[in-house]
């Protein structure tokens, strides 16, 4: 669950974020400790000390003036080297300052490159908001081209708090923008639509290609999880949907009391409840053992008496009551809590604070905007030549109804909703899985279920290179990004050394950037500036 991941997130905001597209968020560190040294001997700023940069509201209209951008950072390895610029994109980033140390890949090309690293806190997250409110009438600077702006912006303009803070931009220091999920794919899409800004890229299970109807999400859980576990699901999943789109109101009733949903009115919300189980899988890393809760669901399916079932599972007789009472004994409760489960887990009630709470520092909502109007990803049933972990009954039409829940200022119906043609737009401008950009390096895992929205998705035939690599191992979502992933599974070390290799050649490569390549830009790529202005 997504506790593993933000600990404080209340447990009903947590479940109605499954509910809704789960975002592809990055994976936390281990918190820092302890004081902070340079190699010089010099006494630091805490790891957690804040900062703050003066960023445009706006790029295309500067006049509307600035909001403080929230950043953390480290000079602890540096000695004239690179500056890397991290965000962890859809979070409140102060959870995420273990991205200053070598924890994570960032800190480890710090070290091997006597570089300085930065956290920077994504726009219309945590505290660094240019609105007083996050209504969908605020939400207009909130778009993939404004938080590609800043990045340039932040790289060209900010003054760092180390010696010489004031000289370290683009045009005299290589920079190196580092990304995970998310974040990953802003990494590409930034490095695409602003080319003169960064030096490098590190891009883990970045998620470049925007896709409305991402059932994918599923296949490599499918496909990794044990085998006796998913057959059971299966066959749990097809007798619900058969269920379900019957007129059995007995049979109906029976299978939503099977897991102590019977006071959920609408069945589109029980077919997502039940998609929690999987969503678990996200939250698994290398280092994660057999008590995982999604290991610990698959035990419940199918240790019996002590027996583990086959490969082709116990069947639907044994594995349907198994998974209510793995439901019924604990994991309802943990979820929910004391709150009743309509309030929980149904989302048909638009009067509901999940949907009305508009105050800031909700990332929940942050993200759905960017949702509903740039990148889609909406986790729902397979088709039907597919074989299905999670219910049909689970449509694109269920996020659509959330999307003018949540903004209804905004969407008055579902037909307003602009996911489509703000997906064609994305992919279109920033590339997709068509990225091709020099200096780009790709990391991703097999057991992503982020992975086929990667260039490492199946049937994307993209070609590993010098100049943008791509290396895959075996980890989960973003494995690579994390210190620890590399010492427990050889595959994402692997990885992290390809990517270290990589930035070292390619920063001994780098010169300053001359102003006749700017000018020589292709049409169609916007020339940096210090401004940004949109043409």
Request: charged share 15%.
């Amino acid at each position: 669950m997504l506790t593993s991941i933000f600990g404080s997130l209340a447990l009903c905001v947590q479940v109605a974020f499954a509910i809704f597209p789960r975002a592809p968020i990055v994976a936390l560190p281990k918190a820092p400790s302890g004081p902070v040294v340079s190699r010089n001997g010099t006494q630091l700023a805490p790891i957690d000390t804040v900062f703050f940069f003066d960023q445009l509201v706006d790029h295309t209209n500067p006049s509307l003036g600035t909001f403080k951008q929230r950043y953390w950072h480290t000079a602890e390895f540096y000695e004239t080297g690179p500056i890397i610029l991290f965000t962890p994109g859809e979070a409140n980033a102060e959870p995420f300052t273990g991205y200053l140390t070598n924890e994570t890949i960032n800190g480890q090309i710090a070290q091997q490159q006597n570089g300085a690293t930065i956290v920077l806190e994504h726009r219309y997250y945590g505290l660094s908001n240019p609105v007083p409110n996050l209504s969908g009438e605020n939400m207009k600077f909130h778009t993939i081209q404004q938080a590609i702006d800043d990045l340039a912006y932040f790289a060209n303009e900010v003054v760092l708090p180390q010696p010489n803070g004031d000289k370290l931009s683009p045009a005299t220091t290589p920079w190196i923008l580092i990304g995970g999920s998310y974040s990953g794919a802003l990494t590409s899409w930034t490095m695409v639509n602003q080319p003169n800004v960064f030096w490098a890229g590190y891009a883990s299970s970045a998620v470049v290609e925007a896709i409305l109807n991402y059932w994918a999400y599923f296949q490599p859980v499918r496909e990794f999880m044990p085998a006796n576990c998913s057959a059971d699901v299966e066959a749990v999943i097809a007798h619900v949907d058969q269920v379900f789109t019957g007129n059995d109101t007995t049979a109906i009733q029976a299978l939503k009391d099977n897991w102590g949903l019977g006071e959920l009115t609408f069945l589109d919300d029980v077919a997502s409840a039940l998609m929690e189980n999987l969503f678990d899988w996200q939250s698994l890393q290398p280092d994660v053992g057999p008590g995982a809760t999604f290991f610990e669901f698959c035990d419940a399916l199918e240790v019996k008496d002590g027996v583990n079932a086959p490969a082709t599972g116990w069947g639907l007789d044994t594995a349907l009551p198994a998974w209510g009472s793995f439901w019924n004994s604990s994991y309802l409760a943990d979820i929910c809590g004391d709150d009743d489960v309509s309030d929980c887990l149904g989302t048909h009630d638009a009067s509901a604070s999940f949907y009305t709470d508009t105050a800031v520092d909700n990332a929940d909502r942050s993200w759905f905007w960017i949702v509903c109007n740039e990148v889609g990803f909406l986790q729902d049933g397979p088709p039907e030549d597919v074989p299905a972990i999670v219910s049909r009954v689970v449509t694109t039409d269920y996020s659509f109804r959330q999307c003018v829940d949540m903004f209804s200022d905004v969407f008055a119906s579902t037909a307003d909703v602009p996911m489509a043609a703000g997906i064609a737009n994305v992919d279109s401008k920033y590339d997709g899985w068509n990225v091709s950009i020099d200096r780009l390096f790709f990391g991703n895992g097999l057991r992503d279920p982020w992975r086929e929205a990667t260039v490492s998705a199946d049937g994307v035939d993209r070609a590993s290179t010098a100049t943008q690599p791509i290396a895959i191992g075996d980890g989960f979502h973003t494995s690579d990004l994390l210190t620890d992933n590399g010492l427990v599974d050889p595959t994402v070390l692997a990885v992290q050394k390809q990517g270290l290799s990589f930035m070292k050649t390619w920063l001994a490569e780098w010169t300053p950037p001359s102003t006749s390549s700017k000018r020589d830009e292709p049409q169609g790529r916007r020339v940096n500036s210090s401004r940004f202005f949109r043409s």
